[in-house]
């Protein structure tokens, strides 16, 4: 499977952006989906999961009540919607799957994309 991250941009304090995940390849409805990010100098953070079926997701503490994760499988698409962002959510953000709930490793990455948060 490969994936391709877009939608990323520059929005102001308090606004919103959607981005997505393209997957392409086989089973993506089967796999686990997630979005890590990665801000200049810092390692690489955990924002969000969400099960094949979607009736599983988990989010990252510093996300929680702002951000949500969905995805449409007709589509290979996974999507984060993201609301009342702030300066430190700048950052690249990536997808990535794993084969299970339970994996423990996602194991396919794809292309960040970049979303800076204006103060």
């Known amino acids: 499977v490969q994936l391709q991250a877009c939608g990323g941009g520059l929005v102001q304090t308090g606004g919103f952006l959607r981005i997505s995940c393209a997957a392409s390849?086989?089973?993506?409805?089967?796999?686990?989906m997630g979005w890590f990010r990665q801000a200049p100098g810092k390692e690489r953070e955990f924002v969000a999961a969400?099960?094949?079926?979607?009736?599983?997701?988990d989010y990252g503490d510093s996300v929680k009540g702002r951000f949500t994760v969905s995805r449409e499988n007709a589509k290979n698409t996974v999507y984060l919607q993201m609301n009342s962002l702030k300066p430190e959510d700048t950052a690249v953000y990536y997808c990535?799957?794993?084969?299970?709930?339970?994996?423990?490793?996602?194991?396919?990455w794809g292309q960040g994309t970049l979303v800076t948060v204006s103060s």
């Open positions: 390849g086989r089973s993506f409805s089967s796999y686990t």
């Open positions: 969400i099960s094949w079926s979607g009736a599983w997701t």
């Open positions: 990535a799957t794993k084969p299970r709930w339970g994996a423990e490793e996602y194991d396919k």
